[in-house]
């Protein structure tokens, strides 16, 4: 899949998402991206993309057309209008069934945004999804950009090695992931759990469901309404219908 981001910093993205396991899959031509900058688009002599607010009001705006264009540009060389993400605090809160959603698109555009915010008018034009990607304000859309972009990426398939795609991990079944283990035995006077030792498969799985149910009802009770869980585990881990939020 291809992502195209555009983006008054493609520095800053590119840096961020041609590193590590993201790097590997663009060499191994998996994955393609591609950033844009807006500010080529500006119409305007000093290259401006931004203005004042009508109504007044603190900041500027990032203006519609720059962004249009740096937008067009885009759907005029891949011969039709893909779904375009703009990165908002306005937006749903990102999770992972998104991830896997966006994964399906053989194009995907992720629009940043600056300043307090970009014309409304173009917003209307060519957004199809309002995606934050949490319950806080950052200076600019590009950390968003790139948290989504991995996220997705990883959920192309070839993305991950068999190795790294453990299929019980965060999230699947909106259960958190067991805890893990690895050399020594013994540390800093602490113990491997000794059923992982055993060589007991079925009770070493055992284990680590239990510990995936203990564990997301502890940290993310707000997980819990929506797990998959049989009758049997709700009543032995006392998990109710509606599991206190806080
Ligand atoms: Cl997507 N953008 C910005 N600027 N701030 C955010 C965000 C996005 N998601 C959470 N905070």
């Known amino acids: 899949m291809k992502f195209h981001i555009l983006t008054l910093f493609p520095e800053m993205v590119m840096q961020g998402l041609t590193t590590s396991i993201i790097g590997r899959a663009v060499e191994r031509g998996l994955l393609e991206i591609e950033t844009v900058n807006i500010r080529d688009y500006s119409a305007e002599k000093h290259k401006k993309v931004d203005d004042y607010p009508y109504g007044g009001g603190a900041g500027m705006v990032m203006q519609a057309q720059p962004v249009y264009d740096a937008w067009k540009s885009v759907v005029d060389k891949i011969g039709y209008r893909p779904r375009t993400v703009y990165l908002t605090p306005q937006g749903g809160v990102f999770h992972q069934e998104a991830a896997k959603e966006f994964a399906l698109e053989k194009d995907l555009i992720l629009l940043c945004g600056h300043y307090e915010g970009i014309d409304e008018r173009v917003l209307e034009e060519i957004t199809t999804d309002y995606v934050s990607i949490g319950d806080y304000v950052l200076t600019g859309g590009e950390l968003a950009a790139m948290v989504v972009a991995d996220a997705v990426s990883r ?17 699947e079944g909106n259960l958190l992931e067991y805890p893990q283990y690895s050399r020594p035995r013994e540390w800093n006077g602490r113990e491997v759990p000794a059923v992982l030792l055993s060589g007991d498969h079925a009770k070493v799985d055992e284990w680590r469901r239990e510990q995936s149910i203990l564990r997301t009802k502890e940290r993310r009770p707000d997980l819990l309404e929506r797990a998959d869980l049989t009758e049997k585990e709700k009543i032995r881990f006392q998990i109710g219908k509606s599991e206190k939020l806080f």
Do not use: C, K
């Open 155 to 171: 959920m192309v398939p070839g993305v991950l090695s068999n190795q790294e795609s453990g299929t019980a991990e965060s999230f």
